[in-house]
């Protein structure tokens, strides 16, 4: 499966923006749901029948990470749905996986279970399989409205967050004795923190499910952290009236299905009970099933900085949130279509911002045509096929001192490097240096950079390549 590239200008912006560069940089995939980056730029790609796919910084497929294809349930919302890699992933080499694992009997009267596998990075592959976590499931449940989704938090390293959906049963929404339309926190090797919401007895049996985090979703397919400010956004698909955009909060409940949208349900009342929490902004009928979502914080696209984008599957197209309320930003101001990005050729999954600044989007989910998009600011990538700066990288990260970028050159180049906060300004300026040709090292020092996050930038021509670096004191 070899990469394969193809460009068109998208002059929709919808909202009056300049025009954007698509390029499909990996395609025939079949099935695709979800993706990952490594610090490396790599990438992870979760196929929904049960395969993950590895590809190279230069979107050419490395192999097959593993094959979960002899247990996952792959059927109507049911698969190998989302993936992540450890924040510490550069020591531990750890990739976690969310799927529908069936047992022991490929009919539906088999076992099930909802997991999240650990696997081991060793070369090109996944090895040690290690169950994280593990929910049986009845046999008899629909098959949709699993969520799927697992992140970590920047402030939060040493939890998984889950997204589990209400089983098509909207009851389980708002039941704390099940992790049914939740979002989910867990220790990283599978035990529960205390101090989550709503632990009693650390018995997931007994009392409330101790694992909850949040409470009231229908079907939150996607969910981010900003790494701007720590936010946590939540995708949700509705019933049949509104689909939402949550901002999460600890122990809050998001109303379903009292509520859907700002509504109470299935009426055109709002929804004002003081125990709930209404959604940041909503859509209404035709619902578009929103999916991916994404808070942009780089100033390669600066109208977009600081701005959600969220994905839709039914239509394939990219909305554009501007947020209000700083520094929580927990409100929307504005909520436009930024582009058809598909055009009716199928929905999209995931969104994801690269280290180049751009943003990626997948074109998955029932298609056998799914492949992932690049959008950048028409003119950024001149040549595709000749690019001189391969990927970045920052060991360690987080620093508490001093660190080394790495980066690799496809050709001996003049390079710049540059150092921004997250609001765009220039901090330090190493000045012009002659790269060579292959993997170059440059070192830094952290003194006199407060704590925080920085963007460490690798120019070369008209090419721009960033790395997020946190500085701890």
């Known amino acids: 499966m070899k990469k394969l590239l193809f460009s068109l200008c998208l002059a929709c912006a919808v909202s009056g923006m300049a025009q954007f560069q698509t390029t499909a940089v990996i395609t025939t995939l079949n099935e695709p749901v979800a993706f990952t980056f490594t610090p490396q730029n790599r990438i992870f790609i979760t196929l929904k029948a049960g395969t993950i796919l590895y590809y190279d910084a230069n979107y050419t497929l490395i192999g097959t990470f593993y094959n979960l294809s002899d247990s996952v349930y792959n059927n109507f919302e049911r698969g190998l749905l989302g993936i992540e890699i450890d924040p510490d992933y550069n020591n531990n080499q750890y990739v976690y996986v969310y799927y529908n694992h069936r047992c022991c009997n490929p009919s539906p009267s088999g076992l099930q279970y909802l997991r999240v596998v650990r696997f081991t990075q060793v070369g090109n592959v996944g090895t040690n399989p290690t169950i994280i976590f593990s929910q049986q499931v009845s046999n008899t449940i629909p098959g949709n409205h699993v969520g799927g989704n697992i992140r970590f938090r920047p ?37 529960i923190p205390t101090n989550n919401p709503f632990y009693d007895d650390g018995i997931v049996t007994t009392g409330n499910d101790d694992r909850i985090w949040s409470y009231g979703h229908r079907n939150h397919f996607d969910f981010c952290f900003s790494t701007f400010n720590d936010s946590l956004y939540i995708s949700e698909n509705g019933a049949s009236t509104w689909d939402e955009v949550n901002y999460g909060m600890r122990g809050r409940n998001y109303g379903w299905q009292l509520c859907e949208g700002q509504n109470i349900y299935a009426s055109a009342s709002p929804c004002v009970n003081p125990a709930l929490t209404n959604p940041m902004t909503v859509w209404p009928a035709p619902l578009p099933s929103l999916t991916g979502i994404l808070h942009y914080t780089s100033t390669v696209i600066p109208t977009l900085t600081n701005h959600l984008l969220v994905a839709d599957n039914d239509y394939g ?118 790269g060579k040709n292959g993997e170059n090292t440059f070192k830094f020092t952290s003194t006199g950079l407060p704590a925080g996050v920085y963007f460490i930038h690798v120019m070369a021509g008209s090419e721009n390549r960033s790395s997020k670096i946190i500085i701890e004191k």
């Open 155 to 191: 402030s939060d390293p040493n939890h998984i967050y889950i997204s589990i959906g209400e089983l098509a049963t909207p009851a389980n929404a708002q039941n704390l004795a099940n992790p049914y339309g939740k979002m989910l926190r867990i220790n990283k090797n599978g035990s």
């Open 317 to 434: 197209r990219v909305y554009d949130l501007t947020l209000g309320n700083s520094p929580l930003y927990n409100t929307v101001t504005s909520n436009v279509q930024l582009m058809d990005l598909v055009a009716g050729t199928g929905g999209l999954t995931t969104l994801k911002q690269g280290s180049d600044g751009c943003f990626y989007a997948m074109k998955g989910g029932y298609t056998t045509t799914g492949s992932i998009m690049r959008v950048c600011p028409t003119g950024m990538y001149v040549s595709e096929q000749n690019l001189v700066v391969a990927y970045t990288e920052v060991v360690p990260n987080p620093s508490k001192g001093d660190f080394d970028l790495h980066f690799f050159l496809n050709s001996a180049s003049d390079v710049g490097i540059t150092i921004s906060d997250v609001s765009g300004k220039l901090v330090k300026d190493a000045g012009v240096i002659a």
